[in-house]
T-cell receptor, first 112, second 116 residues
Framework: QKEVEQNSGPLSVPEGAIASLNCTYSDRGSQSFFWYRQYSGKSPELIMSIYSNGDKEDGRFTAQLNKASQYVSLLIRDSQPSDSATYLCAVRRWNTGNQFYFGTGTSLTVIP | EAGVTQFPSHSVIEKGQTVTLRCDPISGHDNLYWYRRVMGKEIKFLLHFVKESKQDESGMPNNRFLAERTGGTYSTLKVQPAELEDSGVYFC??????????????FGPGTRLTVL
């Protein structure tokens, strides 16, 4: 079983719509959760971090964490073509130091 | 503030040769990480430095890989001798000396290594 699972996509949404990206993780003791955005050939760029159950909003982005269901999601409101990228979910467990466990990423395309 | 930089951006070598990758972390970041992404797979942890000390090298695949961080600044990752399965993108990340729970890692653009 993979530590972190994401639907690889591709996910296509029209401009202005809400894009919903999902991630599940296997270790119930995981404590920190991150969403990175990666354009082709570029650095993964941190979008959001979340540590507690519930929602965390930052501009057009909302991260949602449900530890009971071992589920973390990222919502992108008013999607723009510039949001087209691969979105990586990363998780830090409580007992394996500082290393991140990554999903394979979800490719998002926003259609103008 | 300059981001994490990596050199070279691409490297193509033949099986059996040696390659050295370099990472310059963000200034003031004590934590430095190496990760690798093999095609079609997820990014996987290789090792973690705190300043010049190896904190965790549990992800290093075998003894053909040697990482150093002399002086606690930049780091190198040497692969010797390179094998076909070493091909992939090698990412470096760095973070401030914060508590583990809130440690945010900033990534470099990666070095794409191709072993022929």
């Amino acid at each position: 079983q993979k530590e972190v699972e994401q639907n690889s996509g591709p996910l296509s949404v029209p401009e202005g719509a809400i894009a919903s990206l999902n991630c599940t993780y296997s270790d119930r003791g995981s404590q920190s959760f991150f969403w990175y955005r990666q354009y082709s050939g570029k650095s993964p760029e941190l979008i959001m971090s979340i540590y507690s159950n519930g929602d965390k909003e930052d501009g057009r982005f909302t991260a949602q964490l449900n530890k009971a269901s071992q589920y973390v999601s990222l919502l992108i409101r008013d999607s723009q073509p510039s949001d087209s990228a691969t979105y990586l979910c990363a998780v830090r467990r409580w007992n394996t130091g500082n290393q991140f466990y990554f999903g394979t990423g979800t490719s998002l395309t926003v259609i103008p | 503030e300059a981001g994490v930089t990596q050199f070279p951006s691409h490297s193509v070598i033949e099986k059996g040769q040696t390659v050295t990758l370099r990472c310059d972390p963000i200034s003031g970041h004590d934590n430095l990480y190496w990760y690798r992404r093999v095609m079609g797979k997820e990014i996987k942890f290789l090792l973690h430095f705190v300043k010049e000390s190896k904190q965790d090298e549990s992800g290093m695949p075998n003894n053909r890989f040697l990482a150093e961080r002399t002086g606690g600044t930049y780091s190198t990752l040497k692969v010797q001798p390179a094998e076909l399965e070493d091909s992939g993108v090698y990412f470096c990340a760095s973070s401030r000396p914060m508590g583990a729970r809130t440690d945010t890692q900033y990534f470099g653009p990666g070095t794409r290594l191709t072993v022929l």
